[in-house]
DNA sequence: GCCCTATTGTTAAAATCTTGACAATAGGGC
DNA sequence: GCCCTATTGTCAAGATTTTAACAATAGGGC
């Protein structure tokens, strides 16, 4: 990373894994190189913001040549951490922690799942995708034991708010939230929330669904 | 709606949910009345924002007084249309599509989801929430029939574009997409795309851990 | 009924984000 | 090896979004 990247907005890292995907498409159909405005083109952006996201990482370019797609994907990816091997836990195996825990490949995402907790005591000792569940009672006791740093919140909103603080003196310092409830993490430094609120989600459509926007 | 909403940016439409997802659990605690300055400190944002975002919609708060929290609620409710029928089906009944049938309160977010289609035959005549599951070779003969507008697709990507262009072709107006492919339907006037991007959003909280921002 | 306080709606300023423009230059054909 | 073309990196302009400021005014206490 040739840049100072403390200051990096926002807007531009949420573009970034997109722009990976695409770049992992390119690659994997034996594109050699692209140029910004191919990419723009496919993507439905300007050149320019590509060009401008791209440099606050450092010049990956290569005037009158374009970018090597091979050479991007891995720098964008450098830069996301997909590489880095977060210790993760997701809580709550209903459907939706399940759904998650099989959809996503947590690994190839700088992620690895090690473990699932539930209260169903009908759960324990079976596993999703080969990882282990277990009772939300030996929660503590295996932070301390295993240093996991993102969890994975599946379970309703009522338990959100106490059991994230709790997880958080526990030394998680990575949230990804599904249940319908902002987290609120501000008396914490470095803890970071990702809300993914699918209702929200849901909602913006029916708007744009009627509206014919 | 007392303004001219055919130009709300859709920054503010996104927040919308939100408000309405906050306004309805202080309804819920018989809170009555509330002003933008509490509203604010509670959401984590500024009471100028909303503010402005409310009076986007008209003025819906008193001066000196603030803004009445079932009004507010109900107000932002018929702005997004939580009390459309949208007729909505959706089509992948593994374990992801299982879960959002199961886990998002259709009704409640404007939509109602009458069909589900998969391509498992084992699943025929299955349900899920006791919403039937069909062939996916009956999907162009259902569309014709019950006229559907909101497709939710948790398909794998290779299957995404072409399905989705039939479904436009079958009258589908809306598709709330969670397969990992960004949906092309720039062809097709009055069409709105949700993309639901689970693997980009872990790549954000990759980033943000590792970044601690 | 009057005055004081709280709080809005609205306007203007500041900040941020996106787009356009273009000089600099690497690469490839001849 | 030179010139022409393609395309970047970057700077400046334009657009949008967010925040601050404040005059207008409704409500409630006395």
Known sequence: MSKDNSKIS??????????????????????????????????????SQIRQDLNCFGGFGHQGYGYNVAVLHSKIGA???VDSKLKTILIGAGHLGNA??????????????????DIDENLMGKNICSIPIYNVAYLQEYCEKNKPVVAVL????????SLADSLVSAGIRAFWNFSHYDLNTD???????????????????????NNEI
């Not at 914490?188 to 669904?209: F, K, M, P």
Request: charged share 20%; glycine share 6%; net charge positive.
């Open 10 to 47: 926002i807007s531009v890292i949420k573009r970034l894994p997109r722009y990976y995907r695409f770049l992992g498409e390119l690659k994997a159909n034996g594109i050699e190189r692209i140029s910004s405005n191919s990419l723009a083109q496919m993507m439905n952006l300007t050149a």
């Open 79 to 81: 830069i996301l951490g």
């Open 100 to 117: 998650i825990a099989r959809h996503l490949d947590f690994e190839k995402k700088g992620c690895v799942l090690e473990a699932i907790f």
């Open 154 to 161: 599946c379970i309703p909103k009522e338990a959100a708010q």
């Open 187 to 209: 008396y914490q430094e470095n803890v970071v929330v990702e809300n993914v609120h699918l209702g929200d989600s849901l909602l913006t459509l029916t708007y744009r669904a």
